[in-house]
């Protein structure tokens, strides 16, 4: 059986001396995250994006891959959220993707009617 509450309290822990204690927990959620109960499984995906976080590589890798199995085990109805776990600047990302393709349309009606900015060609 899991021990949710003693993997969560390992996947808290801020005790950066105590680096195994966050791979054993990166390591125990993603091979028990099959077995959590359902009850406790938004808490375990709430832990994994917790150590993704992490400074430790070898966490931050086991972390994403216990995500990426556990994505499918997630309820339908936590998908939502769960996916906007994984994506938190989506809108952020998409604001400055519009940004940038008005500077490149804005660049290229400039290059392509150098009047508008009043400079002749040739001249620097």
């Known amino acids: 059986m899991v ?25 125990a959620l993603g091979s028990a995250f099959r077995s959590i109960p ?9 832990d994994l994006i917790r150590l993704t976080q992490y400074d430790d590589n070898y966490v931050r890798s086991r972390a994403a891959d216990a995500l990426g199995s556990a994505f499918h085990l997630i ?8 996916w906007q776990d994984l994506h938190p600047s989506h ?12 500077l490149m349309h804005l ?12 400079i002749k060609p040739g001249r620097t």
Do not use: N
């Open 3 to 27: 021990d949710q509450a003693k993997i969560h309290r390992m996947a808290q822990s801020e005790d950066k001396k105590e680096l195994k204690v966050q791979r054993r927990a990166a390591d």
């Open 38 to 46: 359902d009850a406790s499984k938004d808490q375990a995906w709430q």
């Open 75 to 82: 309820s339908v109805g936590s998908k939502d959220q769960a």
């Open 91 to 102: 809108s952020e990302m998409m604001t400055v993707m519009c940004e940038a393709v008005q």
């Open 107 to 118: 660049a290229l009606l400039l290059f392509q009617s150098p009047m508008l900015l009043k």
